[in-house]
T-cell receptor, first 113, second 113 residues
Framework: DSGVTQTPKHLITATGQRVTLRCSPRSGDLSVYWYQQSLDQGLQFLIQYYNGEERAKGNILERFSAQQFPDLHSELNLSSLELGDSALYFC????????????FGPGTRLTVT | AQSVTQLGSHVSVSEGALVLLRCNYSSSVPPYLFWYVQYPNQGLQLLLKYTTGATLVKGINGFEAEFKKSETSFHLTKPSAHMSDAAEYFCAVSYNAGNMLTFGGGTRLMVKP
């Protein structure tokens, strides 16, 4: 158990809908990263927040957005969902800018029907 | 852009045999290197990492990896496979502390009794 929690564990929704995935990093972890794991694209970095501010962006679609709150939990918002958005979404936490390790949560499996 | 190549999407070994999972990166600047393991329906767990210093690094569960700059490789080995080692293994790179991870495509390790 990494100490990183993600909710919900599973999510099934229809095309065109909007969902919110939630991540709580370990106590003291200031950085939160979001990754998408799909069969065709593999594991891809989406976005990083550090202490409430966006720090880096990867292959994140414009339909997706994220934020990190003052208590350091983060939410990933996915809108206008398409079948191809079905994937496992992981968040990872890290203590800070000088840390190499990232601690991954168990993931949220999103199925778009 | 940096990339990570894992040779062999599936590797099968017998219990007790040597495990060798291959990872090569493409970059003129040596990155920081990581191996993660993903068990079914779970998140990613850090096995080991190379940042600086000794090029042979030891990780959890008897795994080790050697950074070879001249070969741009970071292969993962374990002298004797256990059934419990069956999982998917990901090699990843990062270029600064606190930065995103770029993952290889993953190698699924199967262990035969």
């Amino acid at each position: 158990d990494s100490g990183v929690t993600q909710t919900p564990k599973h999510l099934i929704t229809a095309t065109g809908q909007r969902v919110t995935l939630r991540c709580s990093p370990r106590s003291g972890d200031l950085s939160v990263y979001w990754y998408q794991q799909s069969l065709d694209q593999g594991l891809q970095f989406l976005i990083q927040y550090y202490n409430g501010e966006e720090r880096a962006k990867g292959n994140i679609l414009e339909r997706f957005s994220a934020q990190q709150f003052p208590d350091l939990h983060s939410e990933l918002n996915l809108s206008s969902l398409e079948l191809g958005d079905s994937a496992l979404y992981f968040c990872a936490g890290s203590p800070g800018q000088s840390s190499y390790e990232q601690y991954f949560g168990p993931g949220t499996r999103l199925t778009v029907t | 852009a940096q990339s990570v190549t894992q040779l062999g999407s599936h590797v099968s070994v017998s219990e007790g045999a040597l495990v060798l999972l291959r990872c090569n990166y493409s970059s003129s600047v040596p990155p920081y290197l990581f191996w993660y393991v993903q068990y079914p329906n779970q998140g990613l767990q850090l096995l080991l990492k190379y940042t600086t210093g000794a090029t042979l690094v030891k990780g959890i569960n008897g795994f080790e990896a050697e950074f070879k700059k001249s070969e741009t490789s970071f292969h993962l080995t374990k002298p004797s496979a256990h059934m419990s080692d069956a999982a998917e293994y990901f090699c990843a790179v990062s270029y600064n502390a606190g930065n995103m991870l770029t993952f290889g495509g993953g190698t699924r390790l199967m262990v035969k009794p």
